[in-house]
């Protein structure tokens, strides 16, 4: 339990060391070109160390194009997003992705949806209204609906995402997983990097310590160390209770949020987010379909 309660702190403390890097000037390419470049090698050391058997090229390389588009698309639009809103807001409107999820699986994969899975669909989607609601009736001060907007569309790539890799990523190690994600998704900003210095605009890296602090903590505690703490855990644990247990992830966000960078929420989008991560935790009690989504989120680092 430990294990995955410091996995969630790590993954929500990524918000707020982002935003001491774009404080510094950084823009998100120069974060997560960083982030994933160094995260990916660390973790393909640990790999080669723990001689872990890799899979097939074929299989390798359809999930190296799903993490170069979809994980890609989620993380420039969830860094994207805490440049036009709060921190803590983007957190709980990412958390509305097993939502989507399941209807997505239900869509493409055919799986029913239950009573009790209706209920927590309901009660997420009434928390994700009340979260919002301000934003969209124009009474959310410092609050951009483009923000809210990419926020969104983090949550829909997400779930798109994981129900396309899911039929690929249980074949395969989650470490391995991890690292070709990571990797993939550092040659793709890498990539789409160089195409914007072609036209003069170049990637932004910190100015100073305090920035790079920041990309440090995105990199290092918010990905390596969280993504082995909660392997580490869930072994331990399995995936329901770790799955649970992870949705401390966008409290830790909204506290830090508050306590470092002074933003708060109104009463309604309190009780927005706790019906959305109550929906959550119900839907992780609802079976093994809906562990398998939670685990895939912790499993390829992010609400982000």
Same mark, same amino acid.
């Given at each position: 339990?430990?294990?995955?309660?410091?996995?969630?702190?790590?993954?929500?403390?990524?918000?707020?060391?982002?935003?001491?890097?774009?404080?510094?000037?950084?823009?998100?390419?120069?974060?997560?070109?960083?982030?994933?470049?160094?995260?990916?090698?660390?973790?393909?050391?640990?790999?080669?160390?723990?001689?872990?058997?890799?899979?097939?090229?074929?299989?390798?390389?359809?999930?190296?194009?799903?993490?170069?588009?979809?994980?890609?698309?989620?993380?420039?639009?969830?860094?994207?997003?805490?440049?036009?809103?709060?921190?803590?807001?983007?957190?709980? %409107?990412?958390?509305?992705?097993?939502?989507? *999820? #399941?209807?997505?699986?239900?869509? =493409? +994969?055919?799986? !029913? @949806? &239950?009573?009790?899975?209706?209920?927590?669909?309901?009660?997420?989607?009434?928390?994700?209204?009340?979260?919002?609601?301000?934003?969209?009736?124009?009474?959310?001060?410092?609050?951009?609906?483009?923000? %809210?907007?990419?926020?969104?569309?983090?949550? *829909? #790539?997400?779930?798109?995402?994981? =129900? +396309?890799?899911? !039929? @690929? &990523?249980?074949?395969?190690?989650?470490?391995?997983?991890?690292?070709?994600?990571?990797?993939?998704?550092?040659?793709?900003?890498?990539?789409?990097?160089?195409?914007?210095?072609?036209?003069?605009?170049?990637?932004?890296?910190?100015?100073?310590?305090?920035?790079?602090?920041?990309?440090?903590? =995105?990199?290092?505690?918010?990905?390596?160390?969280?993504?082995?703490?909660?392997?580490?855990?869930?072994?331990?644990?399995?995936?329901?209770?770790?799955?649970?247990?992870?949705?401390?992830?966008?409290?830790?966000?909204?506290?830090?949020?508050?306590?470092?960078?002074?933003?708060?929420?109104?009463?309604?989008?309190?009780?927005?987010?706790?019906?959305?991560?109550?929906?959550?935790?119900?839907?992780?009690?609802?079976?093994?379909?809906?562990?398998?989504?939670?685990?895939?989120?912790?499993?390829?680092?992010?609400?982000?």
């Amino acid at each position: 339990m430990l294990l995955i309660i410091l996995s969630a702190i790590s993954f929500g403390a990524m918000s707020t060391f982002a935003r001491y890097a774009y404080a510094d000037a950084a823009d998100l390419y120069g974060i997560l070109i960083a982030r994933f470049w160094c995260a990916g090698l660390a973790l393909l050391a640990l790999a080669c160390l723990r001689k872990l058997v890799w899979p097939p090229l074929p299989l390798i390389a359809r999930l190296a194009a799903l993490g170069g588009v979809g994980y890609v698309g989620m993380s420039y639009c969830y860094f994207s997003a805490i440049n036009y809103a709060p921190v803590s807001l983007v957190a709980l %409107v990412l958390y509305v992705y097993p939502t989507i *999820v #399941t209807l997505l699986a239900a869509l =493409v +994969l055919h799986e !029913r @949806i &239950t009573p009790i899975k209706l209920g927590a669909l309901l009660l997420c989607s009434l928390g994700t209204l009340l979260t919002i609601g301000p934003t969209l009736h124009g009474s959310a001060a410092g609050v951009s609906a483009i923000g %809210v907007g990419l926020a969104l569309a983090a949550a *829909v #790539t997400y779930a798109i995402f994981i =129900v +396309l890799s899911t !039929r @690929i &990523t249980h074949r395969i190690d989650p470490v391995i997983t991890t690292v070709v994600l990571c990797l993939s998704a550092a040659a793709m900003f890498t990539l789409l990097a160089l195409a914007r210095a072609s036209v003069g605009l170049p990637p932004q890296f910190p100015h100073s310590a305090s920035g790079w602090i920041g990309v440090a903590g =995105v990199t290092i505690v918010s990905t390596l160390v969280a993504v082995i703490a909660f392997f580490a855990g869930l072994k331990r644990l399995g995936a329901s209770q770790s799955s649970m247990l992870s949705t401390l992830e966008p409290i830790v966000t909204i506290g830090l949020a508050a306590w470092l960078l002074a933003e708060s929420l109104s009463s309604w989008q309190w009780l927005g987010g706790a019906l959305t991560l109550g929906g959550v935790v119900w839907l992780a009690g609802t079976g093994k379909d809906a562990e398998v989504v939670l685990q895939q989120h912790q499993k390829l680092s992010d609400a982000a």
